[in-house]
């Protein structure tokens, strides 16, 4: 059952996993470079987001994979660049992952492939990634349903 949801709180999908954990009540943040930017602007602190001292989005993509027990990845079509970095990390490093492309996969079954890979993997503390709002306008409220959706049926 998940506890805690971490992301690098970028907008687009990140910025969806956050607020959906904030509805539902459950603890949240995650890492973000130093600075705390984001494509749009600094990153609010009721994300609650720990900052790296670093500017690299690369280690910041690496610490919360390793900070969490897997990692969901929510595109509509294949993984490009940072959403691609996070497949790899995820890995290289031995962390369960799994890419849900929405593109061909419709909510329900979405749905149902994410809480049975959750419970296949007794995933805790789950890391999401995905595109930027500037590179999918609609990813924020596709990533904002279906983890709301599995997060109503943890109860």
Not at 111 to 132: C, F, I, M, Q, Y
Request: aromatic share 4%; charged share 25%.
């Amino acid at each position: 059952m998940i506890s805690r949801i971490v992301s690098g709180g970028q907008t687009g999908a990140d910025r969806a996993a956050l607020d959906a954990a904030v509805q539902a009540g459950i603890p949240h943040g995650g890492w973000v470079p130093r600075g705390r930017k984001a494509e749009d602007g600094r990153i609010p602190a009721r994300y609650c987001l720990r900052e790296m001292t670093t500017f690299s989005y690369a280690d910041r993509t690496e610490k919360n994979v390793l900070d969490s027990d897997a990692t969901l990845i929510v595109s509509r079509g294949p993984l490009t660049g940072g959403s691609r970095l996070t497949l790899g990390l995820a890995m290289r490093n031995r962390k369960p992952c799994l890419h849900v492309d929405m593109a061909v996969t419709g909510m329900e079954e979405a749905e149902n492939k994410v809480r049975s890979w959750l419970e296949e993997n007794d995933v805790s503390t789950l890391n999401v990634a995905g595109p930027r709002a500037s590179n999918d306008p609609d990813i924020y409220g596709l990533v904002r349903s279906l983890l709301g959706r599995v997060l109503r049926a943890r109860v």
